[in-house]
């Protein structure tokens, strides 16, 4: 029988700074959950709208898988291994911190904002050499299929970490349903709905809501309206 936990969208932490509007899933900052820690190796899920112009100035990270998809507009990313680069949506970006690294993001944009998750995974391996890597995903493989973005290869679809994860993201039109199966055991589901509503085993699914999954091999899920959604398998011991 599988084990669940529902996060619904306005349960999240929430910090409006005027040119950042925030949503975590998981303690974050100034926002303190002790029941909403990480998700296994799981450890920020961020909702974060940049306003024109603005962005995070430079700051340090070390020892963390960071995944940025942009949703709407441009990120564009400086960094000290000397990556200058522009991520715009439909793309996929992760840089592996490892030894240390430090980076800016802002939005290059002065008249339109600019919507991105980021994603902190903690890594299997501690002090690797910073990475930087990103991708333009094709978009319509997402259409009523789990298209993946991300996973432990560097040979297989998408961006790599190092971590026994795999992310998949989907487009479903209302009514469409299909078969999600575990790729590790062990792992976790932490499934995460863009837009619309969907159904997982049972349990519906509304924009925004997070659903962290345990101890399954298959979970059906299916749209109840249009829907984009996110999938992360994670690995609840690593």
């Not at 690294?101 to 339109?112: G, L, T, Y």
């Not at 026994?164 to 078969?179: C, S």
């Amino acid at each position: 029988m599988a084990t669940t936990v529902l996060h619904k969208a306005d349960t999240r932490g929430h910090a409006d700074h005027g040119w950042l509007n925030a949503y975590h899933s998981f303690s974050f900052a100034s926002w303190y959950n002790p029941d909403r820690i990480q998700f296994g190796a799981l450890r920020v899920l961020n909702d974060d709208t940049v306003a024109a112009g603005m962005g995070f100035g430079t700051h340090p990270h070390d020892n963390m898988e960071i995944i940025t998809i942009p949703l709407e507009g441009d990120l564009a990313h400086k960094d000290s291994m000397g990556n200058t680069e522009t991520i715009k949506t439909g793309d996929v970006q992760v840089m592996s911190a490892g030894t240390g690294v430090q980076h800016s993001e802002f939005n290059p944009n002065a008249d339109k904002r600019t919507k991105l998750f980021q994603i902190w995974v903690f890594p299997k391996v501690r002090n690797v050499e910073p990475r930087y890597q990103q991708i333009t995903l094709n978009t319509a493989e997402q259409k009523n299929n789990f298209a993946q973005i991300l996973s432990p290869n560097p040979d297989d679809a998408g961006v790599w970490i190092h971590q026994d994860a795999w992310f998949h993201l989907a487009d479903f039109e209302a009514g469409i349903e299909k078969q999600y199966e575990l790729k590790k055991e062990g792992n976790g589901l932490y499934a995460f709905v863009i837009s619309g509503k969907i159904t997982i085993d049972g349990q519906e699914l509304e924009t925004r809501d997070g659903l962290g999954i345990t101890d399954f091999k298959t979970l059906d899920i299916k749209a109840s309206t249009d829907a984009k959604f996110l999938l992360m398998e994670i690995p609840m011991k690593y």
